[in-house]
Nanobody, 118 residues
Framework: QVQLVESGGGLVQAGGSLRLSCAAS????????MGWYRQAPGNERELVAS???????NYADSVKDRFTISRGDAKNTVYLQVISLKPEDTAVYYC????????????WGKGTLVTVSS
């Protein structure tokens, strides 16, 4: 029943910026953590950034100086502001959320495609 919906992906030139959004619907609780993963063709899905319920953040080394994750005022909403995009950032970006109960079940969105042209 939990649904995560991503938006904000698109085609941008190298050096450009995007703001990705993820929102969970039909919930009355706060996720333990929410984050973003990405997967390029032929590659494994990798963590980009995450934010916990206490506000602490974690970033992949490759994006730490360019990407910023934040929570919205609405519950279970998360954003990823990305700047100075590089062609190697091209991937499908997936929203991820972990329940604070039930053994920490993880949910995934369907993904939003980010394509960075050179």
């Amino acid at each position: 029943q939990v649904q995560l919906v991503e938006s904000g992906g698109g085609l941008v030139q190298a050096g450009g910026s995007l703001r990705l959004s993820c929102a969970a619907s039909g919930l009355f609780f706060t996720f333990k953590s929410m984050g973003w993963y990405r997967q390029a063709p032929g590659n494994e899905r990798e963590l980009v950034a995450s934010i916990s319920d206490d506000g602490s953040t974690n970033y992949a080394d490759s994006v730490k100086d360019r990407f910023t994750i934040s929570r919205g005022d609405a519950k279970n909403t998360v954003y990823l502001q990305v700047i100075s995009l590089k062609p190697e950032d091209t991937a499908v970006y997936y929203c991820n959320a972990i329940l604070p109960f039930a053994g920490g079940v993880t949910y995934w969105g369907k993904g939003t495609l980010v394509t960075v042209s050179s």
